[in-house]
């Protein structure tokens, strides 16, 4: 894995949620959203899930 997170297991802030929201319903790619928030695309994607959106996947 090149990236490293130095981030593990931190807790989800308001702000990261509601952007994760405003980046998803833009249509924007799990990946471009991981690099927006600086979270891992596992944890991105469990967290959208959590919350009942679906993010784009890449084509």
Do not use: C
């Not at 979270?39 to 994607?45: A, G, I, L, T």
């Amino acid at each position: 894995m090149a990236e490293r997170f130095e981030r593990h297991r931190q807790p989800w802030t308001a702000d990261e949620i509601q952007k994760l929201h405003t980046l998803a319903k833009k249509g924007m790619a799990l990946k471009a959203i991981a690099k927006a928030l600086t979270r891992s695309e596992e944890s991105v994607k469990t967290r959208a899930k959590e919350d009942g959106l679906s993010i784009a996947k890449l084509r």
